[in-house]
Nanobody
Framework: QVQLVESGGGLVQAGGSLRLSCAAS????????MGWFRQAPGMEREFVAA????????AYADSVKGRSTISRDNAKNTVYLQMNSLKPEDTAVYYC?????????????????WGQGTQVTVSS
């Protein structure tokens, strides 16, 4: 069982940056592939980024590639999402998620544990 708590969201102007954090409970954090997803009002939840258990492999949605960096600190049981050059279309609730196994997956339904989400609002 893993409990996830996101933080770091907020209101930022277009072009600004935010760093989201997701703290995980439990002693087996390094056993989980971690992902970030987002959901805008009226839209389906969509993949943003994922990172392998060791942190050596990452994957990004085309919409954030080059502007965002996912990282993790297994000693701190925490995964991060650094977002730069933010755009109004990045506005959404951002969720972190955990999945047992080794393969990076972009499908939300394949993740077993979810945080409560943190709101990111980008003003134009």
């Amino acid at each position: 069982q893993v409990q996830l708590v996101e933080s770091g969201g907020g209101l930022v102007q277009a072009g600004g940056s935010l760093r989201l954090s997701c703290a995980a409970s439990g002693r087996t954090f390094s056993s989980y592939v971690m992902g970030w997803f987002r959901q805008a009002p009226g839209m389906e939840r969509e993949f943003v980024a994922a990172i392998s258990r060791s942190g050596s492999n990452t994957a990004y949605a085309d919409s954030v590639k080059g502007r965002s960096t996912i990282s993790r600190d297994n000693a701190k049981n925490t995964v991060y999402l650094q977002m730069n050059s933010l755009k109004p279309e990045d506005t959404a609730v951002y969720y972190c998620a955990a999945k047992l196994g080794a393969v990076l997956i972009i499908t939300p339904g394949r993740y077993e544990y979810w945080g409560q989400g943190t709101q990111v609002t980008v003003s134009s």
